[in-house]
């Protein structure tokens, strides 16, 4: 519950915000949002995420606190709570689900598949990004924003609608989009940092990627990968490629898309999006993951590329055939 967390929050003296690993425009959002508050609040603050954060975010300068496990470890601090942000399961933070357990855990998510790993939670999927959440809560300890704090606040409700343009979009998310512009936030800010900030590198990959595409069912699946070997030859990593998900989505008439990242040699994430009615959460459960009706994803390790593709897609058109007929 929310009143609960605002609580706990509000006696607590050090406290640990962590995000998930592979972390995107929202989780950092809500680590940081959460993170600043809190310091403004005068409460010693660490923000972890396990996982390298991605370039395009770098042009904030406040992603250079964000630690990892190992960095956190050496700083030998004590939280007396940690509060998890933008998590569905404890699989999702890398090393520090070694702290469930040890010390007063509370997380805040928005994800339709949210396994309740932790005592105290609020949990609530009709939120289109988990910074509104933490907008809400900020509100509630009566935190006072600025412009920097209010930019990197929008930056989650703007990634995980999609610019205000995804159907989890509603009145509420273009609310708090306005309310925080209000407080100073600079939308062309993250626009410009997200959408046109590419490596000519990026598009090279991804006419790769386009020339591997295979459409299916009459044109509702649509399906590539790129492999490490893709990524070696172009020049890119993993944080090249989370976009182009959603660009396939963007086809004419695909009503679900996917996209097979060999990320690592034997780690292959699955980025899903649907358009309308396919439920991906339902389905990335199936496999192993998890996320929202409209996006999710899930992670295969100690496989090829080739082979996840060979297991996943018949999976897929099975369930989607199934939804067809109902
Ligand atoms: P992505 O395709 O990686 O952008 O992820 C889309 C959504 O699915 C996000 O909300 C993620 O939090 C969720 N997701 C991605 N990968 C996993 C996973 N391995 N397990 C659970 N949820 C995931
Ligand atoms: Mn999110
Ligand atoms: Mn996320």
Redo the contacts with the bound molecule.
Sequence with gaps: MKELIVKELLNADRVLVVG?I?P?GDDISSVLSLSIALKKLGKEVVSGIDWKIPWIFEDLEEVEEIVDYERFKEMNFEPDLMVVV?V??R??IGDFKELIGKIKTAVVDH?T?HDHFTDIWWVDPSYGACAQMIYKINKELGVKYDERLATINLMGVLTDTGFLRFPNADERAYRDATELVSLGGKPYKISQMILENKRLEQFKLFAEVLENLKIELDGLLAYSYVSQEMYKKHGCTDEDS?GF?NEIRSIKGVEVAVMFLEIKPGLV?V???SKEWFDLAEF?KKI?????PR?????VEGKKVEDVVKEVVPLLRQEIEKELKR
Excluded: I
């Excluded at 192993?288 to 929202?292: A, L, P, Q, R, S």
């Excluded at 996006?295 to 992670?299: D, E, K, M, V």
């Design positions: 998930h592979m995107d933008d569905s399961s699989d999702r994800h598949t989370s998900v994430h980025s899903m999006r990335a192993g993951g998890g996320g929202h996006a999710a994803g899930a992670t």
